[in-house]
Every structure is written in C-alpha cells, then in structure tokens.
C-alpha cells in the first residue's frame, strides 16, 4: 500500500461539509488556528481515525502522518497498550482528584529517565507548565524580570507572547536590540515591562544582554532546539556558555523541553546535550496523546509548592488525571525499551537522507534540517537556517505551503505550517519513509 501511494487522494466532500458545519458553532470552525483555513487554505483535512502511523479523514483518505499530533503522539495512534491501559483504567472511574498510585508510578519512571527530576509536578498542558515555571523561578530568585529568545514559543501565557510569531525582516529591529512585537491582543504592555528580549545562537549577542541584565533575571528560558521556526539547532558550545552565564548571574535556566522531552534521549534534549539546566518544563510525547505537562528539577525550588503563607500556588482540578497518568506510565514504559531511540533517530535520518536526494536530484533549492526524530523542510537559498531572523528573511514559508498541499493529495499529512516540524513516532516504518520520499519527489514536480 505505502509504494503504491501515487495517485491524488480522492474528494474531501465529506471534510468540506463538516468544515461549513464547524464554523457555525467554532471560530474558525477549528479550536486552535493552527487547524484552521489560514494554515490548510482548502479547509482543514477532517481526520476522523488514527492506527500506528496512519490517519483516515472524513472522506476515507489514508495518509502516513508525520504531524503526529504536534509531537505529542510518540508511540504513534492507538498504540495496542495505551489502548489497554485506558480501557482497563476507565472502568474504574477516570479520576478521583485524590492522591493516586497512578501519579506516584509515573512520577517514578519520569525521575528515572530524566536526570535533573529530582521531584516533578504534573499540569496539564505544556502551557499551564511554562507558566508554573516561571513562577517558582521567580518565588526562588526574589527576581521579576526573565529573559526569553526571540522566535521562541513558551505557550500561550502572557509574558511569553513577545516576538513568538515571524514577521518581515524591517519589523524585527537591531540585534542589540530587537524591536518588541507582542503576538497576541488581550495583554497590557506593562505584562512585557519584566521580559528582557534577546537573540538566539549568539553568544556575543547572548554575552552583552546579560551583562546589562544578568543580575536582574530569576531566568532564562530557552527551547533547547528551536521547534517553532521549523527545527533550528544550537550552535556548539551556545549551551554551555548559556550555563556559565546563567550560574554566574545567580540566575536560573529553563529548558523548555515541552517539544524535545522524551523525543531525542529518554532524559530529552538537556542529556543528549549534555546540559544541566535548573529547572524543566515537558509535554507533548510525555502523555503519548493525553493532554499532559510536567515541571522538573531539584526540590529545593519545587518544595515551594508545598502548602505555606508563601507558597508558589499551583492548583488545578485536573492534575495528575488518573488515567492521564496510567498512560504516562505505560508510555515511559514502552520509551524505556532497549534501541527505541536508536530507531527513532535511524528511521528519522532516514527520512531526512530521503528528502534531501529528492531535493538534490530535483534541483530544488531546499534543505533538510534537524537530526532523527525531528525536522523541517526549509525552501531556501541558504545552507542553513540559524536563527529567527534567518527564517524570518531567507525562508519561503508559502512555496512550504505549496509543496506540503501537493503531500496531502498524495496520501501525506502534514501542517502546511513551515514554523512546525515534521514527527518520527515509534510507528513509523522503511515503508513509511519510502512513501514520503515518493510523495516529495511527484510533489516537487513542477513546483514553483
Ligand atoms: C516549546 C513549547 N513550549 C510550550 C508549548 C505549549 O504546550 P501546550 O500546547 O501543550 O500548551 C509548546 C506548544 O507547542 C511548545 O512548542
């Protein structure tokens, strides 16, 4: 089935009718606009069933899916054991609100695959972590002010909506000092007063901003390979002097490895990078499909929780949903098996050798960026995409658009979205790969 892949995907009706129906009821007739018309411009594909690494959409399409639920479908869908977990957990009630043996499991395997969780907190999203975040660090630090990256994205909490989104290369202001472009309406201005704002992948630039501002900051948060501009990696060496840098300012570093976590190394970017930062935020492939986040790092910061006058609050009806927590258990499980991240690099690599022949051979001025399990397609001059301003100024994000609307007639799916990034679950195969790089190459015929 996946070699025969070639011809056009047949009507999407179905997915037409039920669009004209959503938007009735749903702004955009989606729930996050990333789903919506503005990014698939035919009107979002209506998947309707997932198995391994395949989708079905209204209409009966197949696709291999290499959006994997923005990342956070790492065992790919309906993996035979999640399923057994949760039907065996649901019919013992979903969740209590209470403490659990569920939560106490999964925080175990957690702390045994990500080395700098000392203790974890579990919310339930990647949001609602990065938010908690900052406020232990700032509780920790008696510090307001925090630094972020430009072309970072933290989540959707106020202070972290500040240069998230790409824009053209005249907005985006000097190096030294960024122009600031607040990505949402809804937020005062003064909520932006503590972010310090910076560069990423510079250490000069990375040097003078925290000589003016270092001794100020509870933070720096960082996502430790770029996921919201495609896939951009760190320079060698960027961690390590962000490290001195931040131990040297008394203050603390965030990973945000809500993307990366238990995607490149079963302790996340922070071990295969070798980095240690003070705190983490995680999501996504944690709850393998289950809306999960997590908060780790030594008890001595996250012990401010702990029930007092000057407690850093962190409530919420829903933490450590029961069986959310089975799940993120029976995943860590499976992640813990031997060469699971072996494959999901070799397959991954594989997919990436693939495309780039295509792109090669086809004469089409496109790299491939990102390692295993995770990478973008950037259309581009350039041999490399290092920064926010590079994709801001030398990415063709709508020829991306085009290219990956001609993948989903050709049984692919994808965001057309390039800030994203393309997901190597554990389901995918040769095959899977095969099918892509065959898909790649029809689609770049003609392209322009
Ligand atoms: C690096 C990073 N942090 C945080 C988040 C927020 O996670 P969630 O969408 O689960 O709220 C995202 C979401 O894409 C992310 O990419």
């Not at 899916?65 to 039907?87: E, N």
């Not at 910061?301 to 850093?312: D, G, K, P």
């Not at 499976?334 to 991240?341: C, D, I, K, P, Q």
């Not at 590079?390 to 989903?408: A, E, I, M, N, P």
């Amino acid at each position: 089935m996946h070699t025969t892949r070639s011809s056009h995907t047949r009507s999407r009706t179905r997915s037409q009718q039920w669009f004209e129906r959503a938007q009735q009821s749903l702004v955009e007739g989606v729930n996050s606009p990333s789903r919506g018309a503005t990014v698939y411009t035919a009107g979002p594909i209506v998947l309707e069933r997932g198995q391994g690494s395949h989708v079905w959409d209204a209409d009966g399409n197949e696709y291999v899916d290499f959006m994997m639920s923005f990342g956070a479908l790492i065992q790919g869908h309906a993996h035979p054991t999640l399923v057994k977990t949760v039907s065996e957990a649901i019919a013992e009630g979903s969740h209590f609100a209470a403490a659990t043996s569920a939560e106490v499991e999964a925080a175990e395997r957690f702390r045994r695959m990500v080395p700098s969780a000392e203790v974890v907190r579990f919310t339930n999203t990647g949001s609602e972590a990065t938010m908690l975040v900052l406020r232990l660090a700032r509780a920790h630090t008696r510090r307001r002010k925090f630094l972020k990256f430009e072309g970072h994205y933290h989540g959707w909490y106020d202070p972290y909506l500040l240069n998230a989104h790409c824009h053209t290369p005249d907005q985006l202001g000097p190096v030294e000092n960024p122009a600031r472009i607040p990505d949402s309406d809804g937020i005062p201005p003064s909520t932006f007063d503590d972010v310090v704002l910076a560069p990423w992948n510079d250490v000069a630039a990375l040097e003078r901003v925290m000589r003016q501002h270092g001794h100020e900051l509870a933070a720096v948060i960082t996502e430790p390979i770029m996921a919201n501009m495609g896939c951009i990696l760190p320079r060698a060496g960027y961690f390590e002097r962000l490290r001195e840098l931040t131990r040297d300012s008394g203050c603390l570093l965030i990973f945000d490895e809500v993307v990366t976590g238990f995607r490149y190394a079963p302790g996340g970017c922070q071990q295969y990078y070798g980095v240690q930062p003070d705190l983490s935020t995680f999501g996504k492939a944690l709850g393998a499909g289950f809306p999960v986040g997590a908060v780790a790092g030594p008890r001595s910061i996250l012990e401010r929780m702990r029930w007092s006058e000057n407690m850093v609050l962190h409530y919420g009806t829903f933490n450590g949903h029961r069986l959310t927590m089975k799940v993120v258990a029976a995943n860590l499980d499976l992640l813990s098996a031997e060469n699971v991240y072996g494959k999901l690099h070799a397959v991954g690599n594989a997919a990436i050798a693939g495309l780039r022949e295509v792109f090669r051979r086809r004469q089409v001025k496109a790299i491939v960026q990102g390692f295993g399990p995770m990478f973008q397609i950037y259309f581009t001059e350039r041999d490399a995409i290092r920064d926010y301003r590079d994709y801001c100024q030398y990415v063709d994000t709508k020829l991306y658009s085009g290219f990956v609307h001609r993948l989903l007639d050709r049984g692919i799916y994808m965001t057309p979205s390039n800030g994203l990034h393309w997901i190597i679950s554990t389901a995918h195969s040769d095959a899977d790969v095969q099918a892509l790089v065959e898909a790649a190459d029809q689609a770049c015929a003609g392209l322009s």
